[in-house]
């Protein structure tokens, strides 16, 4: 089961070309999550946008699946923001996970943040981008007052390869996109999905310190990390494994990859999926 990240980034319509070795081997679950794609509504009440009312939506979902489908647990893999729903859920309810896989695994949001902005400015005096120095500077470290500032931080991320080694994450969606999957209305709830799921969890999002509330897990826990991601720095993860209690602990690099490791390097991504079987 695929936690994704965003907030508000559903990946239903963009994850089955990449995922569809894994078909081989699991039953593969990909859900838009509350506010977020197909379960984008304008009836969601805002209040209900925290946290704890994603982990208690992921656990009934969880429990539903290994009741329809007759198991005893699953693999469970969260990406970027869905690393905090993922680790928490492994921390709280390790009676229904195999697995914990955190993608792009959030640690410490506040210095992420800062890492990520001063990756950013450091690439941009690099290679003397003086638009990029001059917005940069404007908007000055984070946590940030509106959506805009974090925009431009990560526009200049994405220009600089923080964000993917190759590419950037609007061509990865076009290239992997069914169609059978997405329709004009199904896009346009995509949108409107992420700026209402930013808009409000943002604030609690960055006030997440995994560090801090898990130190131990009962379940084996891997971290699937491109050496390239500095929109969720990968060294905090290095810090991270380091305190952390677990049965089993291990990261996986993804040498040519930066925050979307399972869909830069699918391959190895979904082999090593595969090898946990």
């Given at each position: 089961?695929?936690?994704?990240?965003?907030?508000?980034?559903?990946?239903?319509?963009?994850?089955?070309?990449?995922?569809?070795?894994?078909?081989?081997?699991?039953?593969?679950?990909?859900?838009?999550?509350?506010?977020?794609?197909?379960?984008?509504?304008?009836?969601?009440?805002?209040?209900?946008?925290?946290?704890?009312?994603?982990?208690?939506?992921?656990q009934e979902l969880i429990e539903y699946l290994i009741n329809r489908f007759n198991k005893k647990k699953i693999f469970l893999v969260g990406h970027s923001w869905g690393?905090?729903?993922?680790?928490?859920?492994?921390?709280?309810?390790?009676?229904?996970?195999?697995?914990?896989?955190?993608?792009?695994?959030?640690?410490?949001?506040?210095?992420?943040?800062?890492?990520?902005?001063?990756?950013?400015?450091?690439?941009?005096?690099?290679?003397?981008?003086?638009?990029?120095?001059?917005?940069?500077?404007?908007?000055?470290?984070?946590?940030?007052?509106?959506?805009?500032?974090?925009?431009?931080?990560?526009?200049?991320?994405?220009?600089?390869?923080?964000?993917?080694?190759?590419?950037?994450?609007?061509?990865?969606?076009?290239?992997?996109?069914?169609?059978?999957?997405?329709?004009?209305?199904?896009?346009?709830?995509?949108?409107?999905?992420?700026?209402?799921?930013?808009?409000?969890?943002?604030?609690?999002?960055?006030?997440?310190?995994?560090?801090?509330?898990?130190?131990?897990?009962?379940?084996?826990?891997?971290?699937?990390?491109?050496?390239?991601?500095?929109?969720?720095?990968?060294?905090?993860?290095?810090?991270?494994?380091?305190?952390?209690?677990?049965?089993q602990k291990k990261i996986i690099w993804f040498e040519n990859s930066g925050h979307l490791p399972n869909f830069e390097e699918p391959e190895k991504f979904n082999n090593?999926?595969?090898s946990l079987l």
């Amino acid at each position: 089961m695929f936690l994704h990240g965003g907030p508000g980034t559903a990946q239903i319509f963009f994850s089955r070309k990449p995922q569809r070795k894994l078909e081989d081997h699991f039953i593969v679950v990909n859900w838009d999550q509350r506010g977020a794609g197909k379960s984008y509504s304008e009836s969601i009440k805002e209040s209900d946008m925290t946290i704890n009312t994603f982990l208690h939506d992921s656990q009934e979902l969880i429990e539903y699946l290994i009741n329809r489908f007759n198991k005893k647990k699953i693999f469970l893999v969260g990406h970027s923001w869905g690393s905090i729903l993922g680790i928490k859920l492994a921390a709280a309810r390790p009676d229904l996970i195999f697995a914990y896989i955190g993608i792009g695994q959030i640690v410490n949001m506040q210095k992420g943040e800062t890492i990520s902005y001063n990756y950013t400015l450091g690439q941009a005096i690099k290679f003397e981008n003086y638009k990029a120095i001059r917005e940069l500077k404007r908007i000055g470290l984070p946590p940030y007052s509106d959506l805009n500032s974090a925009g431009i931080q990560r526009k200049w991320l994405s220009k600089f390869n923080g964000t993917m080694r190759n590419g950037n994450i609007f061509r990865t969606i076009f290239m992997n996109m069914s169609l059978s999957d997405v329709s004009i209305s199904y896009l346009i709830k995509f949108i409107k999905g992420i700026m209402f799921s930013l808009k409000n969890l943002e604030n609690e999002q960055m006030s997440v310190n995994i560090m801090q509330k898990v130190r131990k897990l009962d379940v084996p826990v891997y971290f699937c990390e491109g050496k390239y991601d500095y929109t969720v720095p990968f060294e905090l993860v290095e810090e991270y494994i380091e305190i952390l209690e677990a049965p089993q602990k291990k990261i996986i690099w993804f040498e040519n990859s930066g925050h979307l490791p399972n869909f830069e390097e699918p391959e190895k991504f979904n082999n090593f999926c595969i090898s946990l079987l």
